[in-house]
């Protein structure tokens, strides 16, 4: 007889948050069936049902062993590290769907919670799938903080070095040194709420931290390579500890305590998705006023700048509409607003998980044809390799921007060299399927306001893929070559209209000097 895991649904644990002195604690449920165990883990019927509270009070040195032996038959990339059992069960409980309850200081003591010194105030956060961003509105205008490195932009990853792990505050070189050791997970935002069935977790298997799926649609399990095991974490837990550090980045700067967010997200999300991004920011101890699709947050900074243009020309202005278009690393939103008065409404919204990983993954393949069968073994060697892969390639779109080819020299110790003129044609034919849907998602949106693209005063353009001169082509191409508006930064526009909703929600005026 053996152990066959069947779902694991909950474990047992404390989140605290650092400097943030807040705490959850999240109840289980074991699943496992005591079965023959098959070649291929499957579901069944017969469970045996573990509700685990608190302590536990015998010992799971047997099932442990048990358990090990199940997973290194289910994942054989254990066999190439070594992993004790007790890291083992751990890394499986980190595949499971976590279900939780966020009670307030109240509830918690029975007391009424005293009055703060401190006026609401709400923060306006951009988690992107590879930068990030924070914004206020201190009383006059929008604000983006800055961390330590007096960087505005931050990378959207997280480092586990030992059992500390860090948020992404540090500098380019140093990320991508991070990057080559297998240590550092990001891109979570795409695979947040996602089951292993899905094409995009699929797609992310080519990622330099380890991805492995069952194909039964439960949730993937992600680890990072930390002192030659494997250390397993969830999309939310590395959303949440980032959440963390840029609340404390805020506090320190603001000199308040913030709860208050308004989080920008794909307009594809699902409602799971949605609960997923919540969860994470109640582990981070922050509430979340409004979830704001990114066209939605971007047609806000428009309706105020259309609001102060008309109350500088003395004029009662007449309804503009516009045509956003945002573009990421993981994902693609387009949106119709009308805007009239300072007031913006949202025609519709349409949605992809498309975006910048997509046509850098395709340039990876097209470079290394054979790059899923080089790395499939996830082995010290291979994620080194497949984060100097993507280093390379991700350097060599930037500078596509700008130019209309560059040399590609490459080296990947495995017996695996590049070298090769890549020029922008090439980028452009390679990623032509990607560029089409971004142009279907523009037709359908439009469909969907019922509006003429003759109707649309504005269009703009945003996001990190905004700089490709391809999709830029493409938008202004879809709009009958109208001029792109230019009245607004790019990479800060989503982020600064979640901090207007920020200050619209909690009716924020002015900070106290």
């Known amino acids: 007889m053996s152990v066959h895991i ?46 685990i509270l608190g302590s536990l009070l015998f010992s799971f040195d047997h099932l442990l062993q048990h358990l090990s032996t199940a997973l290194f038959s289910a994942f054989p990339v254990f066999q190439t590290v070594s992993t004790p059992p007790q890291l083992l069960f751990h890394l499986v409980l980190g595949m499971a769907e976590q279900a939780y309850t966020v009670a307030s200081d109240s509830e918690n003591t029975g007391e009424e919670k005293a009055p703060s010194t401190y006026p609401e105030i709400a923060i306006g956060i951009d988690i992107g799938t590879s930068q990030c961003s924070v914004a206020v509105w201190n009383g006059s205008q929008v604000e983006l903080l800055k ?169 009662s202005g007449s309804e503009r509409i516009a045509l956003i278009f945002n573009m990421g690393a993981g994902y693609s939103d387009v949106g119709v607003t009308a805007t009239a008065g300072g007031v913006s409404q949202i025609r519709s919204l349409a949605g992809s998980a498309i975006g910048g990983e997509d046509l850098l993954q395709n340039m990876m393949h097209y470079l290394l044809p054979n790059v899923d069968t080089l790395f499939s073994s996830h082995g010290i060697n291979e994620i080194k390799a497949m984060g100097m892969l993507r280093v390379v390639t ?78 830029r082509d493409i938008v202004s191409s879809a709009c009958k070559r109208k001029e792109l508006y230019k009245g607004m930064n790019p990479l800060e526009a989503a982020v600064c209209g979640a901090a207007l909703e920020g200050a619209v929600a909690t009716e924020a005026t002015s900070f106290p000097s």
């Open 6 to 51: 069947l779902d694991i649904l909950e474990t047992d644990r404390f989140f605290v948050s650092e400097g943030v002195q807040e705490a959850l604690e999240v109840k289980t449920i074991l699943y496992i069936s005591i079965s023959s165990l098959p070649t291929k883990p499957r579901l069944s019927r017969s469970i045996v049902n573990l509700q």
């Open 147 to 315: 961390n330590t490195r007096n960087q505005k932009m931050m990378r959207s990853y997280v480092t586990f070095k030992d059992d500390t792990p860090s948020g992404g505050f540090s500098n380019q070189l140093s990320q991508e040194h991070e990057m080559l050791t297998g240590a550092a997970i990001f891109n979570v935002k795409r695979l947040i709420g996602r089951v292993d069935t899905d094409p995009v977790v699929h797609s992310s298997k080519s990622l330099p931290f380890l991805v492995q799926t069952l194909n039964i649609g439960v949730r993937p399990f992600i680890a990072a390579l930390v002192n030659n095991a494997w250390r397993s974490t969830t999309p939310e837990e590395v959303l949440a500890i980032f959440l963390i550090k840029l609340r404390a980045m805020a506090e320190l700067q603001l000199k308040r305590p913030i709860r208050n967010v308004v989080l920008t997200i794909p307009a594809s999300f699902s409602r799971f998705q949605l609960t997923r991004i919540e969860r994470a920011c109640a582990m981070a101890g922050l509430h979340v006023l409004r979830l704001m699709p990114e066209p939605t947050a971007v047609a806000l900074l428009y309706a105020q700048q259309q609001q102060q243009t008309t109350h500088e020309n003395m004029g």
């Open 394 to 471: 991700e350097d060599a779109i930037h500078k596509l921007s700008t130019q209309t080819s560059i040399q590609i020299d490459l080296d990947l110790g495995n017996g695996s060299k590049i070298n090769k003129v890549l020029h922008r044609q090439e980028f452009e034919e390679v990623n032509k399927k990607v560029f089409e849907k971004c142009e279907s998602l523009i037709t359908q949106c439009l469909h969907d306001a019922k509006i003429a693209i003759e109707d649309v005063n504005d269009v703009i353009v945003v996001g990190g893929c905004s700089y490709i001169p391809k999709v």
